[in-house]
């Protein structure tokens, strides 16, 4: 038996104060509504992801949400799993100039945990100064908040969670 505090983390990244910016947080402001067992976190990361690395290095997946420019549409979702997570955004960093995947591969060094990590993002419309989202991602975010939910649902219900 392991001394994982979670199975399942999820991290709202982003800046309230940047518009578009702060989706992941506001998704997981939406999450933290629905019933979970207590193999499963939520964490309204904001821009400081080094705080939390107690937390993602006790953990078996991670699963995290921010804003993402891929170059389609506003509200377009992407999902990056480990094999293609390079093609994530990199220059996420909070004030410590510590990336999500930085911040990662520094737990995994600590403690091999997470064993996952999978990112969701969402294609912005604006990241400028200014408070709440832009109509075209307040439109999509349903969608996104879905996904999350059978990806949490999945790795929850997986025999493979029970042996991490």
């Not at 991290?11 to 979970?36: F, R, T």
């Not at 993002?121 to 996904?147: C, D, F, R, T, W």
Request: with cysteine; net charge negative; charged share 20%.
């Amino acid at each position: 038996m392991n001394n994982l505090k979670c199975k399942v983390l999820v991290l709202g990244i982003g800046n309230l104060l940047m518009s578009d910016d702060g989706l992941g947080v506001y998704v997981a402001q939406w999450l933290k509504q629905e019933n979970w067992p207590q193999e499963v976190s939520i964490l309204e990361v904001g821009t400081s992801v080094l705080n939390y690395i107690d937390e993602i290095s006790c953990s078996c997946y991670v699963i995290v949400i921010d804003a993402v420019r891929g170059g389609e549409r506003p509200g377009s979702i992407y999902c990056h799993r480990d094999d293609k997570i390079m093609q994530y955004v990199l220059d996420r960093q909070d004030a410590h100039s510590f990336s999500v995947l930085q911040a990662v591969e520094l737990a995994r060094e600590l403690t091999g945990y997470p064993v996952k990590l999978i990112i969701y993002g969402m294609e912005p419309m604006h990241i400028n100064y200014g408070q709440g989202l832009s109509p075209l991602v307040i439109k999509a975010l349903p969608m996104l908040v879905n996904q999350v939910i059978k990806e949490i649902k999945s790795y929850n219900s997986d025999r493979t969670i029970r042996d991490c």
